[in-house]
């Protein structure tokens, strides 16, 4: 499936709605009228949306603060604008976009602020280019931002195939870096094809393993899983390295306090942060700094300009797992979820 599609519909908009803590089956697709856009606005048609680990934690009600049920998930998005309220330049019309939503972004039509638009070359994919904005921000913003990656470091990236994972290992490797990259062994391929050296985190000794590619430790250690393993990940760590930390993958289907395996991993990376020795440890947020609006804008903006004039020039390889339509919502949460695929499931129209 490419970007072209029929003649949507603009008087209503379908949207999938999360009613509550469900099964994948049971994210409801409903529509309702069209809204205008208002002062400051850009209503953009959905070219594609992307299923991210944050949805998959709202389907369970276990991300960290998400709204409300019932709502609207879907972090990020690619669309054309097609409609712009007062104040907003009227030549963004049929230009199309890249934004970070947190949520709102699973629908047909979707209602954001203007500033909050990045622009995507018209050269690329859109649903190539989804699988780069959520994921491409983390990516680019932990290596470059928080670790500041140099060429020649070695650098280990857990769960290298999915979708920061893929970007992670991509980005390190642009800049210079030997990477190994954990992963199950039915994607050892997909990994080394892109450059890294997987490792089964299932190995028994898988310390041993991933120390014995790296003996004077890692330069950066990027971990999405929390739990006790992020007291390995700290241990393999050189002497001057940066662990990044950026989810809790492990406490995924444990019940109970979402907050508590969050504060958890806050407490032990401020205790490791405080230490002497000159190891850092660091909890990536990709919302932190909002308060300042301009910056975080600017910021995100630039980082996103970055990652797609790689993907324009051929040098980052989009893995899109799969495209499944909207209405079929359900069906392409529950293939995110499997654990069987490269890369981001995306939804288009």
């Known amino acids: 499936m490419d970007d072209t599609h029929a003649p949507a519909d603009t008087t209503t908009v379908t949207e999938a709605v999360l009613p509550g803590i469900v099964d994948p089956d049971g994210i409801q697709v409903r529509t309702r009228p069209a809204r205008p856009a208002g002062p400051g606005q850009v209503v953009l048609e959905m070219e594609a949306a992307g299923i991210s680990f944050a949805e998959q934690q709202m389907r369970r009600g276990k991300y960290y603060d998400q709204p409300p049920f019932p ?24 230009r199309r976009f890249a934004v970070l939503t947190k949520t709102g972004a699973w629908a047909s039509h979707v209602t954001v602020d203007a500033g909050d638009l990045s622009a995507v070359p018209e050269s690329v994919d859109s649903a190539e280019a989804e ?30 195939n999915g979708g920061v994972g893929s970007t992670l290992v991509q980005l390190a490797r642009i800049a210079g870096a030997r990477v190994v990259g954990t992963a199950s062994a039915k994607h050892h391929g997909a990994v080394r094809a892109l450059g890294a050296v997987p490792v089964d985190y299932r190995s028994p000794d898988l310390e041993g ?8 430790g890692y330069d950066a250690v990027f971990d999405h899983v929390g739990g006790e393993g992020i007291v390995t990940s700290y ?4 002497a001057k390295g940066t662990l990044v930390s950026y989810g809790t993958a492990s406490t995924r289907d444990v019940q109970g306090s979402s907050k508590a395996p969050v504060l958890k991993l806050f407490a032990r990376l ?6 002497p020795g000159g190891k850092g440890a660091y909890f990536y947020n990709i919302w932190a700094g909002r308060r300042r609006l301009g910056t975080f804008r600017a910021k995100l903006h630039a ?45 288009v129209p």
């Open 71 to 94: 709502f609207v998930p879907g972090y990020d998005l690619v669309g054309r604008a097609l409609d712009v309220g007062e104040g907003v330049p009227g030549d963004l019309l049929g």
């Open 131 to 160: 699988t780069f904005v959520v994921n491409g921000i983390t990516a680019w913003q932990m290596l470059h931002r928080l670790a500041k990656v140099r060429p020649g470091q070695s650098v280990l990236v857990h769960g290298a």
């Open 209 to 216: 393993r991933l120390r014995g590619h790296a003996p004077q």
């Open 235 to 238: 241990r393999l760590l050189a």
């Open 270 to 275: 401020m205790f490791w942060n405080a230490l």
């Open 303 to 347: 980082d996103l300009a970055e990652v797609f004039a790689l993907l324009a020039d051929g040098r980052l390889v989009p893995q899109v797992a799969a495209r499944v339509p909207l209405t079929e919502v359900g069906e392409a949460v529950r293939l995110a979820e499997s654990g069987t695929v490269v890369g981001k499931v995306v939804l």
